[in-house]
């Protein structure tokens, strides 16, 4: 609780606008390299040219995924230092995650109408993912109707840390299905066409370099929200004493 | 060709919008 009245955070502040502007640099370049790549990429010769969101969903979910376990990371350093930066690291990649995962289950149905010819199945992949998605949305929900409580950030790192039980679950399912499930299994080397693999490595190069953008924004806005809230804090305290 | 559209469309939108919105409220912190 004390680091959460703590003026060190401005140079976290600082630090953290620096490298936000640096890695927006780099994003931005890399997006124009990826687009072009996706769009020179080659055809496939069975799905056409629908395969090319290949270059978009995959990369999506490593980005939920990652934001997810940056949420148990950052809830289990609150949890151990007590410091309320760890804590606001665990909020921006709870958020960040869950736009990532959002997007992965809006190209994933938008492939699937192309390919399945339908939006949705109930196969273990899909399913898994969605209830990933309300395990972090709920998250989120519960951090916003109960902010700055430090019991409930308490509780919040606890349910961020059970929470990435279902990555390794989620990821591995397909494999425990063997064959029966709908969704396509996971990559492995050598899985990829003739051509394809370049702009499938710059999607995930560029996304994970947005993910990296996105999360250091978000998480330099939590910050300085803390720091209005404890400075509007010390003015109430000192208008009540004077 | 119009579900690779809607799903690169759709991906680029939303991300460029959450961005653009946190650059706004981070803007807002730094102003007050």
């Given at each position: 609780m ?9 140079p ?13 640099l ?11 790549l996706?769009f020179?990429?080659?055809?496939d010769?069975v ?17 939920a995924?990652?934001?997810f376990i ?53 196969d ?5 993912t ?13 951090r ?6 430090e ?6 790192a606890v349910y ?18 063997q ?13 990829l ?6 702009p ?16 250091l924004?978000?998480?330099e806005?939590?910050?300085r929200?803390?720091?209005w809230?404890e400075r ?9 004493s004077? | ?6 799903a690169?469309?759709i991906?680029a ?6 961005v ?13």
């Amino acid at each position: 609780m004390q680091d959460r009245v703590s003026a060190s955070r401005v140079p976290v502040v600082t630090r953290l606008a620096a490298w936000r502007r640096g890695v927006g640099l780099v994003t931005g370049a890399l997006l124009v390299v990826y687009a072009w790549l996706v769009f020179d990429a080659p055809v496939d010769r069975v799905q056409g040219v629908i395969q090319k969101i290949l270059y978009v969903h995959p990369p999506l979910a490593y980005g939920a995924y990652l934001g997810f376990i940056l949420t148990a990371i950052g809830g289990a350093l609150y949890l151990w230092r007590n410091q309320a930066i760890y804590d606001q690291l665990a909020v921006a990649g709870a958020e960040v995650g869950v736009i990532f995962c959002t997007l992965m289950m809006v190209t994933g149905p938008i492939w699937a109408k192309g390919t399945w010819g339908h939006w949705w199945s109930w196969d273990p992949r899909l399913t898994l993912t969605l209830l990933l998605w309300f395990v972090y949305l709920s998250y989120l929900l519960l951090r916003s109707f109960t902010e700055g409580r430090e019991r409930t950030a308490r509780f919040a790192a606890v349910y961020g840390v059970l929470g990435t039980l279902l990555i390794p679950l989620n990821y591995f399912v397909i494999d425990l299905f063997q064959g029966r499930a709908m969704h396509p299994e996971n990559l492995s080397s050598g899985s990829l066409g003739t051509g394809m693999g370049l702009p499938f490595l710059a999607g995930n190069v560029a996304l994970f370099a947005t993910f990296a953008y996105a999360l250091l924004l978000r998480w330099e806005v939590e910050v300085r929200r803390a720091l209005w809230a404890e400075r509007d804090a010390q003015m109430i305290a000192g208008g009540a004493s004077g | 060709m119009s579900y690779v559209i809607a799903a690169y469309g759709i991906t680029a939108v939303a991300l460029i919008g959450y961005v653009l919105m946190l650059q706004r409220e981070r803007s807002r912190l730094d102003d007050d």
